[in-house]
């Protein structure tokens, strides 16, 4: 005796049937928790949309990169903003490590200066 087992993607949004290649389930993560959410491609977009400026203001800090290539480990030194806001926060008085991560409110102050 044979069995199939048919699988039907249903918009967890509206609750809409999802037609082969007409949407997708998403993963994304919030506040340490993961998820996933199948969306037609409507939702899709409109998923993308919403979060687009919260991506761009956003650091990735892991998961796949876009790029092609590969890397076999981290470099070492950080880029010439990173030095140049080293210094500037020097000059300014502020106290900044040599080496590490650059503090969040020491970024931003350099780039609204």
Same mark, same amino acid.
């Given at each position: @005796?044979? /069995? ?5 993607? &249903? ?6 049937? %999802?037609?082969?290649? *007409?949407? =997708?389930? %998403? +993963? ?7 998820? *996933? %959410?199948?969306?037609?491609? *409507?939702? &899709? ?6 979060? *687009? !400026?919260?991506? !761009?203001?956003? =650091? +990735? &800090?892991?998961? !796949? +990169? ?19 806001? +080293? ?6 008085? @502020? /106290?900044?490590?040599? !080496?590490? =991560?650059?503090?969040?409110? %020491? ?7």
């Amino acid at each position: @005796m044979a /069995k199939k087992t048919l699988v039907q993607l &249903v918009d967890d949004f509206s609750g809409e049937s %999802i037609a082969d290649g *007409e949407g =997708r389930t %998403i +993963r994304f993560a919030f506040d340490g928790a993961e998820y *996933e %959410i199948d969306l037609t491609n *409507e939702h &899709v977009e409109e998923f993308s949309d919403v979060l *687009e !400026r919260f991506v !761009r203001a956003s =650091r +990735r &800090v892991s998961g !796949r +990169r876009k790029t092609g290539g590969t890397t076999t480990g981290r470099t070492s030194g950080g880029n010439s903003e990173t030095a140049a806001i +080293r210094e500037w926060a020097e000059s300014q008085g @502020m /106290k900044v490590a040599t !080496r590490g =991560r650059i503090p969040a409110d %020491i970024v931003e102050q350099y780039k609204n200066r």
